[in-house]
């Protein structure tokens, strides 16, 4: 049954049209915030592990910063290749814990 886990406060949140590494335990997660709407996924790029957290926001996407693939945010596919997603975690704020439901 899936949980509610604490990923960080929300000052640990990135700045608006950025994005940025979270750790929680041993995991590494991708946070993104586009338009004041915060996005979480997991970190590992399908493609070659990519890093996701350290890339880039464009146009509602996060970008890869290893070979740019773009994933869009709301689907989590690749723009390219509908197949190459990236799993969105569900999110809440309370208080000031950000929290991600667990898979
Ligand atoms: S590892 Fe992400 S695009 Fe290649």
């Known amino acids: 049954m899936p949980q509610w886990l604490r990923l960080c406060s929300t000052a640990d949140l990135p700045a608006e049209g950025e994005v940025r590494e979270l750790a929680m335990g041993e995991r590494l997660y991708c946070a993104a915030m ?21 890339g880039l926001i464009e146009q509602g996407r996060v970008i890869c910063p290893w070979h740019a693939w ?33 898979r």
């Open 34 to 54: 586009v338009e004041g709407r915060l996005t979480v996924t997991d970190n590992e790029c399908p493609h070659r592990g990519g890093p996701l957290g350290q």
């Open 70 to 102: 773009a994933f869009d945010l709301r689907t989590g596919c690749a723009l390219h290749n509908a197949k190459a997603c990236i799993h969105i975690y569900p999110t809440r704020i309370e208080g000031e814990d950000v929290l991600i439901e667990s």
